[in-house]
């Protein structure tokens, strides 16, 4: 069935590298993509939605030249956290939008999200 | 700009008891109203979602949920809860002509023997 397939599901890095998360919808096409950001026992934060093939668009107060986001195809999204600081540590997941299922049938499904330590 | 808001931020209760999850939401134009849990370490699945039509869902689990329109409300609530339904709860909404999804704060539900 479709899924959201989410890699590294934790990743651990020292200040200062990069860090690459992939997200692959399985068995679907996902025009759209979504990645949030979820700190301890809060909710989750939009960061940015992504379009196959377009820029992707960045919420306020997200720098988008430390989040880079790239959907090159119908069923890969990367977010790519450059330079990373302590304060970069979270939880991240993203989220896929089915591309033939929309309105009131639309289907998002989500990752299982990446725990990202900066040391 | 929709908003939703989870009061309770736990919820502790015994096994086979009932439980009831608050969610009230604000908008200015029609929404679709989910519930979501969240296991530790894991993303989100959805439980049960509210587009149209009867204002009463049922969803996986043994969940369900009314949508009250005059009170802006989408509680969640389950009538006899497992050990296993220990997780963390999130309310979403979404305006109906857009993509974001907004979440509430969640609640942790606590299921214990």
């Known amino acids: 069935g479709a899924v959201v397939s989410q890699h590294p599901s934790r990743v651990i890095c020292k200040s200062g590298t990069s860090v690459k998360i992939e997200c692959r919808s399985l068995?679907?096409?996902?025009?759209?993509m979504f990645w949030y950001r979820q700190f301890p026992k809060q909710s989750l934060m939009l960061m940015a939605t992504?379009?196959?093939?377009?820029?992707?668009?960045?919420e306020q107060g997200v720098e988008k030249d430390k989040f880079l986001i790239n959907h090159a195809s119908l069923t890969l999204s990367t977010l790519t956290v450059t330079s990373a600081h302590p304060e970069d540590s979270s939880f991240y997941i993203c989220?896929?939008?089915?591309?033939?299922?929309?309105?009131?049938?639309?289907?998002?499904?989500f990752g299982s999200g990446t725990q990202l330590s900066v040391l | 700009a929709q908003s939703v808001t989870q009061l309770d931020s736990q919820v502790p209760v015994f096994e086979e008891a009932p439980v009831e999850l608050r969610c009230n939401y604000s908008?200015?134009?029609?929404?679709?109203l989910f519930w979501y849990v969240q296991y530790p370490n894991q993303g989100l699945q959805l439980l049960l979602k509210?587009?149209?039509?009867?204002?009463l869902v049922k969803g996986i689990n043994g969940f369900e949920a009314e949508f009250n329109k005059s009170q802006t409300s989408f509680h969640l609530r389950k009538p006899s809860v497992h050990i296993s339904d220990t997780a963390e709860y999130f309310c979403?909404?979404?305006?109906?002509?857009?993509?974001?999804?907004?979440f509430g704060t969640g609640t942790r539900l606590l299921v214990s023997p």
């Open positions: 989220s896929a939008r089915d591309r033939d299922r929309y309105g009131s049938n639309e289907k998002l499904l």
């Open positions: 068995d679907f096409q996902a025009t759209t």
């Open positions: 992504s379009n196959e093939g377009s820029k992707a668009t960045y």
């Open positions: 908008s200015s134009v029609s929404v679709y």
């Open positions: 509210y587009l149209s039509g009867s204002t």
């Open positions: 979403a909404v979404k305006n109906t002509g857009f993509q974001k999804l907004v």
